[in-house]
């Protein structure tokens, strides 16, 4: 039979447990999240553009190549909005000599994956674009579509051209 001192007890350390649990967990969580990227330390500050976009998911590979997904709502996917984009990725990541960034509409577009493409015959895809730096090659490319569900190379930026001057 319990007492209500015992039951007190047991109860309190239970608690205390919970805390220090949830509170340890915060912290990892804090510290895993604040760091980051190496390929983005030691560059200069980004430029303030007015770009608007969210990256939700980033990646690293064996080959040393980072790929990134990122989010632009669809009332923010235009051409300048792209160019301005291209540009604070480009300042952000300056030590990455590879980088994949895929655009997307929405945060639930991400998960698309394989089996998805299967499924619909690649005609679900969610994708509205890519940019790629290849900083050996020489190659800084927006592809893009204009609508969702066209092909998202149905347009393409070359920012490695530099435009002649008169």
Known sequence: MRTANRFSISFRKRLIRCIAVLGFGTICAVSVFAQTSRFSSGCANEPKNGAK??????????EKQLLIKVVIKPDNFTRENLVATAARLRARYCMAKYVGVTFFESKNDTRYGLY??????GKGDPTRGTYLIDREKGIDLIEYNTKKGNPFDECAIDLSVKPKSK
Do not use: G, H
Request: negative net charge.
């Open 116 to 121: 998805e493409w299967v499924v619909s015959n």
């Open 53 to 62: 976009f969210k990256v939700m998911f980033e990646t690293e590979t064996v």
